[in-house]
């Protein structure tokens, strides 16, 4: 009894013994299992501006974290050297990174690509040790949204506002244009160019040309002055010479007409140059003359012009250049020269002598810049108005003549020469006429409009 009461007073010593060892026990391997979980190579899951880690994709790699990220545009990229020339879309000064062949480079929908499959112009996320300028990801970025092949895009620089159709969108003085393998500024932008637009929410930050733009000069094209002129499918303009017209790049026909002449030719536009497409010689030649005025003496003798006997009551309409002249009439000095006409208007006088006599054709030529219509030799002074004139208006084209003067071809102006006098109109082909005209004095103009001359 004595040795039952023993073992049970021993049984309550000894249970807190063992309750505390267990416990101690536990407490231990609960802390061992923390020891063996915490590595002091890992580095704790958490993040940096928002941005998700990287994870390695081959254990012990050096890159997988970032402590940047950001939207950006790609600039340029050096596959020798291994860097990207990139500008946010938060930032004024573009960036330089560097990659290697562990940096994450993946297209829109998530492939893996390489560094030179990124189109410049290409929104992107990135993310980069900022210190280190490391280049860790660059994924063609999946937000942003991309319209390619647009043909009318228009620009308000002022409002800093593209629209695209009837869609708005803002852009900034740091958009990204890129022409071929270049940059350029976006005023090199044309209404004829083809291109990739690309932004994020409201705003263009990149255009890529696909289909740029070359300039047609038109040069000799005299033939078509007045005419159309079409390129392509670019609105018609009017011909004029040196007209330059902005073409999209490519093969397109240009026309140009002018009443019933018409001209096509093909040609190539060739992106930022100018094509040069000459129209000599075509169409219909614009034929420059001058009016030449023969005062002859005396009056009846005969007149070849170029071996053709020529009327010379009214101005006759020579060709610009030299013409063999020939006057001549029974009882005189036949008269042989050339005429050089270069002017619209000239005055040719011609005196023959008489056979008998030894003198030679007196000839004197009074172009038109210098031409001034002589007071009439039977025009008293007193009676000339040298502050007012006498215009003749109607018929038209016809020669006139003053108390039996020539005049000139109406329409035409003079001094005016008060009192009554005869006007003769003269023109080929129709009759001649007179009018008595009593011109007043009274300080005033006098304007003399007949009626039309009757055909023969």
Do not use: C
């Given at each position: 009894m004595d040795n039952y009461e023993d073992i049970k007073r021993k049984r309550k010593i000894t249970r807190p013994i063992v309750t505390l060892l267990i416990g101690l026990s536990f407490i231990s391997i609960i802390l061992l299992t923390m020891m063996l979980g915490f590595s002091p190579n890992k580095a704790p899951n958490k993040k940096s501006n928002g941005a998700e880690p990287i994870q390695d994709k081959q254990p012990g790699s050096e890159y997988g974290y970032y402590d940047t990220e950001a939207l950006a545009i790609v600039m340029d990229y050096d596959t020798t050297l291994k860097k990207i020339t990139l500008l946010t879309t938060e930032a004024e000064e573009p960036i330089t990174l560097f990659y290697s062949g562990g940096t994450d480079i993946k297209d829109k929908f998530g492939q893996i690509i390489t560094a030179a499959q990124v189109s410049i112009g290409s929104m992107v996320d990135i993310g980069y040790i900022k210190n280190s300028s490391k280049l860790i990801k660059i994924h063609?970025?999946?937000?942003?949204?991309?319209?390619?092949?647009?043909?009318?895009?228009?620009?308000?620089?002022?409002?800093?506002?593209?629209?695209?159709?009837?869609?708005?969108?803002?852009?900034?003085?740091?958009?990204?244009?890129?022409?071929?393998?270049?940059?350029?500024?976006?005023?090199?932008?044309?209404?004829?160019?083809?291109?990739?637009?690309?932004?994020?929410?409201?705003?263009?930050?990149?255009?890529?040309?696909?289909?740029?733009?070359?300039?047609?000069?038109?040069?000799?094209?005299?033939?078509?002055?007045?005419?159309?002129?079409?390129?392509?499918?670019?609105?018609?303009?009017?011909?004029?010479?040196?007209?330059?017209?902005?073409?999209?790049?490519?093969?397109?026909?240009?026309?140009?007409?002018n009443g019933k002449y018409s001209v096509t030719k093909n040609i190539e536009i060739i992106r930022n140059e100018e094509t040069i497409v000459s129209f000599d010689g075509l169409g219909q030649m614009a034929e420059e003359n001058g009016m030449i005025t023969f005062d002859i003496n005396p009056f009846g003798a005969d007149l070849f012009i170029d071996g053709m006997l020529t009327l010379y009551a009214n101005p006759?309409?020579?060709?610009?250049?030299?013409?063999?002249?020939?006057?001549?009439?029974?009882?005189?000095?036949?008269?042989?020269?050339?005429?050089?006409?270069?002017?619209?208007?000239?005055?040719?006088?011609?005196?023959?002598?008489?056979?008998?006599?030894?003198?030679?054709?007196?000839?004197?030529?009074?172009?038109?810049?210098?031409?001034?219509?002589?007071?009439?030799?039977?025009?008293?002074?007193?009676?000339?108005?040298?502050?007012?004139?006498?215009?003749?208006?109607?018929?038209?084209?016809?020669?006139?003549?003053?108390?039996?003067?020539?005049?000139?071809?109406?329409?035409?102006?003079?001094?005016?020469?008060?009192?009554?006098?005869?006007?003769?109109?003269?023109?080929?082909?129709?009759?001649?006429i007179s009018y008595t005209i009593d011109i007043e004095d009274d300080n005033m103009d006098t304007y003399i409009s007949m009626p039309d001359l009757i055909p023969e």
């Amino acid at each position: 009894m004595d040795n039952y009461e023993d073992i049970k007073r021993k049984r309550k010593i000894t249970r807190p013994i063992v309750t505390l060892l267990i416990g101690l026990s536990f407490i231990s391997i609960i802390l061992l299992t923390m020891m063996l979980g915490f590595s002091p190579n890992k580095a704790p899951n958490k993040k940096s501006n928002g941005a998700e880690p990287i994870q390695d994709k081959q254990p012990g790699s050096e890159y997988g974290y970032y402590d940047t990220e950001a939207l950006a545009i790609v600039m340029d990229y050096d596959t020798t050297l291994k860097k990207i020339t990139l500008l946010t879309t938060e930032a004024e000064e573009p960036i330089t990174l560097f990659y290697s062949g562990g940096t994450d480079i993946k297209d829109k929908f998530g492939q893996i690509i390489t560094a030179a499959q990124v189109s410049i112009g290409s929104m992107v996320d990135i993310g980069y040790i900022k210190n280190s300028s490391k280049l860790i990801k660059i994924h063609e970025s999946s937000m942003t949204w991309e319209n390619v092949g647009v043909s009318n895009l228009t620009i308000d620089p002022l409002s800093m506002v593209m629209k695209i159709g009837t869609s708005n969108y803002k852009f900034n003085d740091n958009i990204v244009v890129v022409d071929g393998k270049d940059l350029v500024s976006v005023e090199k932008l044309a209404e004829q160019d083809v291109l990739i637009v690309r932004g994020y929410e409201d705003t263009i930050y990149s255009i890529t040309i696909l289909k740029g733009h070359g300039t047609v000069r038109l040069v000799d094209i005299a033939g078509f002055s007045g005419g159309n002129v079409t390129v392509g499918y670019e609105a018609m303009q009017k011909v004029s010479e040196n007209l330059v017209i902005p073409v999209r790049e490519g093969n397109f026909n240009i026309t140009v007409e002018n009443g019933k002449y018409s001209v096509t030719k093909n040609i190539e536009i060739i992106r930022n140059e100018e094509t040069i497409v000459s129209f000599d010689g075509l169409g219909q030649m614009a034929e420059e003359n001058g009016m030449i005025t023969f005062d002859i003496n005396p009056f009846g003798a005969d007149l070849f012009i170029d071996g053709m006997l020529t009327l010379y009551a009214n101005p006759v309409k020579l060709a610009y250049g030299e013409h063999d002249i020939t006057v001549s009439l029974g009882g005189y000095t036949t008269y042989e020269g050339y005429l050089k006409v270069n002017e619209d208007k000239k005055t040719v006088k011609i005196d023959l002598p008489e056979a008998t006599s030894s003198e030679e054709a007196d000839v004197t030529i009074i172009d038109s810049v210098t031409e001034d219509i002589s007071t009439p030799t039977w025009a008293n002074d007193d009676d000339i108005d040298h502050d007012h004139f006498i215009y003749v208006e109607n018929p038209m084209d016809a020669s006139v003549y003053m108390n039996g003067e020539f005049m000139g071809t109406s329409p035409i102006g003079f001094e005016k020469i008060i009192g009554s006098h005869v006007f003769t109109f003269i023109r080929d082909g129709y009759e001649t006429i007179s009018y008595t005209i009593d011109i007043e004095d009274d300080n005033m103009d006098t304007y003399i409009s007949m009626p039309d001359l009757i055909p023969e």
